[in-house]
């Protein structure tokens, strides 16, 4: 490639990265509540799973070692 080639391709690039913060710019400066509530779901609900998850293969483990006693 020859230097003119790399030129245009650089002002093509800040080109679209100035259409892309003008377009995404203003939608990024609130902050968006339904990010928050994803960001909730992805983290308490797999750790309540998971709470259960233990706390029924604890009270089975205790069930069977009553039942072979």
């Given at each position: 490639m020859t230097?003119?080639?790399?030129?245009?391709?650089?002002?093509?690039?800040?080109?679209?990265?100035?259409?892309?913060?003008?377009?995404v710019g203003p939608a990024t400066r609130t902050p968006n509540v339904e990010a928050?509530?994803?960001?909730?779901?992805t983290?308490?609900?797999?750790?309540a799973f998971a709470i259960g998850l233990f706390i029924t293969v604890a009270g089975l483990t205790v069930w069977v070692t009553k039942l072979l006693n």
């Open positions: 230097q003119a080639e790399l030129e245009k391709i650089h002002a093509d690039i800040v080109r679209l990265r100035a259409e892309t913060m003008k377009l928050r509530q994803f960001t909730r779901e983290f308490w609900y797999p750790l």
